[in-house]
């Protein structure tokens, strides 16, 4: 058979059943096997909306997304999403075109230096060289995908390679001898951590991502209860602990809670899950929790003692660790008493500075309140996604996560026009769950073209613009950091979103009055196919509370 | 599992930090990698990104066909060299990464230069200095000449101090290979 009639049977034996992509001259032949390979592949309307739409499906699904595109500015084209997934941990393994073996390196049509362009910002890539690698290969790209700390694989195919006929034989076993990823935690390390844990008196769990990437929220759940830890979130931690608790702080960070950021700030024993100690995260990194010892648990090992150096390190899968850290603590019989003083410091914070805005007396929608009503609309059940900026840190704010993988952002690359594909490609997933898409009047303005995708193939995304026709997050910048000198950050009125949806097949609604937003949320909610929301909210809205680039967590602001 | 847990008192203050280490020596990383194209780039793509500055490197085979061994030095004052360890295994084709302890390591480099004499007087002043060195002259004209010599990089820097003097038209070196002494393999 061809090499490409192998890459399906690859494909299927990995269980993908979806790929998103857009065909072009170097991938030709592979688009020619998915004519009858029984796969499901949905055409993009560009690349990054393609590529975005595989991190949302793995994201929402846990397994791995594929994106296809073609040689040159399809590759190019994708390079925001591989970036992206790289950044996020997200497993996609994304499949390019390449021009023929004999025009490699002669600047032919449509060629570009894909592995060279993407080395930085893969977990790994593979160029194919000879059509007899390629079976291989796929098996290898999924197994780099998906374990040990997920990410992004490439893997480039030259056009007349996929076409070579080659016999195909089902591969059994991967063989990468430099890739073995630890994911049994060290057991005197772990009893080390127990121990520590019922000697703190002002302890608080730092969960990551890397908790839900593990899979490991239960098992999270199960050490904060053993008595009363202290919990608090990363963005993209979000879900990993349910929300509402009582053990629940909110999120921390640059737009986290006080209570949750105070708590860092006091703690004397920090417990970092899945967790990287980014700069958003630590503010002034040498006024980061000043007085905390750390325990680390992470698969990655490159993460420990990076940012913040870890007392404790523990290399490992969460889902591993956290039941045998959860068995010695218990073990250790801790003495929930010590915790007493800690908790009534932390039940003070949340009284005295809970999440807070001004709500209009008037039918003006605050986008605060926006939140709230799509949460109440969608009964907080829904997966939501999101694109980049004040829409997005409201959203992580303001809608609480009761699990995980029901809210998708960019959280490491920050990328706008993340949000639309990406409820698209968990629409895919969970075809029977609820999306939405928390957008921005700016952001959803990079992947809209996607609505044409979704309308096609039925893909029922509700997607919410967050409409103050501001860069609000920048506008917000300059408001505070420079002078309110509002450069470049005006939308204007335009686009007509409720016109784009109707262009492209979909629900149009504008919202414009609090009084009705939640009944008419449910109504856009329960419309069949694509809905596109305009909801007009108050354009000059700042996220508070804010720790200021640079500044340390005990000096936030608003 | 172990023994079971005691219920000792640990105090918080005793736990320590295992810190990026800047160690402030020079360090030799022996690295096997996988024998495929574009490792090399992965390897300095990854050193580019993160900042981390190659004093030297040598690229070479090693016994197994499939193998590349890439001889590294860079500076433990500038560098957390755990950092720079772990970032490399992180490279699917990275197979083994040594850090090579300077007691326990033979690190030869390669050098030539080429050096002016004016006169007889001084190409046997060169060519006494190059005898002490245990360095060959392997070129040799009216105004020049070319001397290859072998050993550790401080051997090789104080050769090229001395030498330095005369005029030096060029030089190059090659970066240190390494490998460790005994028996057990680097």
């Known amino acids: 058979m061809r090499a490409v009639d192998a890459l399906m049977e690859c494909l299927k034996a990995e269980g993908v059943d979806v790929v998103f992509g857009l065909p072009g001259g170097a991938n030709l032949p592979t688009y020619d096997a998915f004519y009858d390979a029984g796969i499901r592949n949905i055409l993009v309307r560009h690349e990054a909306g393609g590529g975005h739409a595989a991190e949302g499906y793995a994201k929402a699904t846990g397994k791995v997304g594929v994106s296809l595109g073609t040689s040159g500015p399809g590759a190019t084209n994708l390079v925001t999403p591989i970036c992206d997934a790289m950044m996020d941990s997200v497993p996609v393994v994304f499949i390019t075109g390449q021009v023929q073996t004999h025009l490699l390196g002669t600047d032919g049509f449509q060629e570009a230096d894909t592995i060279g362009i993407t080395m930085p910002i893969v977990k790994h890539s593979f160029m194919i060289q000879h059509p007899l690698e390629l079976p291989r290969t796929i098996h290898e790209a999924f197994h780099v995908a998906r374990s040990g700390r997920p990410g992004p694989v490439v893997v480039d195919i030259p056009s007349d390679l996929s076409r070579a006929d080659i016999a195909y034989e089902p591969v059994q076993d991967v063989h990468l001898p430099g890739y073995q990823p630890t994911t049994t935690g060290n057991q005197k390390q772990i009893r080390l951590a127990a121990k520590a844990l019922t000697n703190a008196r002002r302890p608080v769990i730092y969960a990551g991502g890397g908790v839900v990437a593990a899979n490991a929220s239960p098992q999270l759940v199960e050490l904060a209860t053993v008595d009363r830890l202290p919990v608090t979130c990363t963005v993209m931690g979000l879900g990993a602990f349910p929300a509402p608790h009582q053990q629940w702080l909110g999120m921390l960070g640059m737009h986290g809670t006080r209570t949750a950021n105070y708590a860092m700030d006091e703690a004397d024993l920090i417990i970092a899950i899945g967790a990287r100690f980014d700069d958003r995260i630590t503010g002034k990194l040498s006024e980061f929790a000043p007085r905390a010892k750390f325990i680390h648990i992470d698969i990655d090992p490159a993460e420990i003692s990076k940012n913040v150096p870890a007392h404790i390190p523990i290399v490992g899968d969460a889902a591993n660790i956290l039941p045998r850290l959860t068995a010695e603590y218990r073990a250790l019989d801790p003495d929930p008493a010590r915790l007493e003083e800690w908790w009534s410091r932390i039940r003070t914070w949340q009284e005295r500075h809970p999440l807070r805005y001004e709500d209009s007396d008037d039918s003006e929608i605050k986008p605060q309140y926006m939140i709230k009503a799509l949460h109440e609309a969608t009964g907080g059940d829904a997966i939501v996604t999101s694109d980049v900026g004040q829409h997005q840190m409201w959203a992580a704010q303001y809608y609480d996560f009761p699990a995980p993988r029901r809210w998708i952002n960019s959280g490491g690359l920050g990328t706008m026009g993340f949000g639309l594909p990406a409820a698209m490609g968990a629409k895919v997933g969970c075809p029977d769950q609820t999306v939405v898409c928390i957008a921005g009047d700016g952001s959803v303005q990079m992947n809209m073209q996607e609505l044409a995708t979704c309308s096609q193939e039925g893909i029922a995304i509700k997607v919410f613009i967050m409409n103050n026709h501001y860069l609000g997050m920048v506008r917000q910048w300059q408001e505070l950091f420079w002078d309110r000198r509002y450069s470049s950050v005006d939308m204007g009125q335009w686009p007509d979103f409720v016109k784009v949806a109707d262009a492209y097949g979909a629900t149009g609604i504008r919202l414009t009055d609090k009084g009705t937003l939640v009944d008419d949320m449910r109504e856009a909610l329960q419309t069949p196919g694509p809905v596109l929301v305009d909801v007009r909210v108050t354009p000059e809205e700042n996220v508070y509370p804010m720790i200021s680039p640079g500044q340390a967590a005990r000096d936030m602001v608003g | ?186």
């Open chain 2, 1 to 186: 599992m172990g023994e079971p847990a005691t219920k000792d008192i640990l105090s918080l203050d005793e736990l320590e930090a295992a810190v990026g280490l800047r160690t402030g020596r020079k360090h030799i990383l022996s690295i096997l990698v996988e024998n495929k194209p574009g490792v090399l780039t992965r390897i300095t793509g990854l050193f580019a990104r993160r900042g981390f500055n190659i004093d030297t490197l040598a690229v070479g085979p090693t016994d197994d066909d499939a193998v590349s061994r890439i001889t590294l030095t860079l500076d433990g004052a500038v560098h957390p060299i755990d950092q720079v360890t772990k970032q490399l295994h992180k490279l699917v084709n990275v197979l083994k990464i040594r850090d090579l302890e300077p007691a326990e390591t033979l690190a030869r480099e390669l050098a030539v230069f080429k050096v002016s004499t004016v006169d007889g007087a001084t190409r046997a002043e060169v060519v006494q200095i190059c005898e002490i060195f245990r360095a060959d002259v392997v070129d040799i004209n009216k105004r020049s000449v070319v001397v290859e010599v072998t050993g550790g990089c401080d051997k090789i820097d104080a050769l090229e101090g001395l030498l330095r003097p005369f005029g030096l038209v060029e030089m190059a070196r090659t970066g240190e290979i390494a490998i460790s002494r005994g028996r057990s393999e680097t």
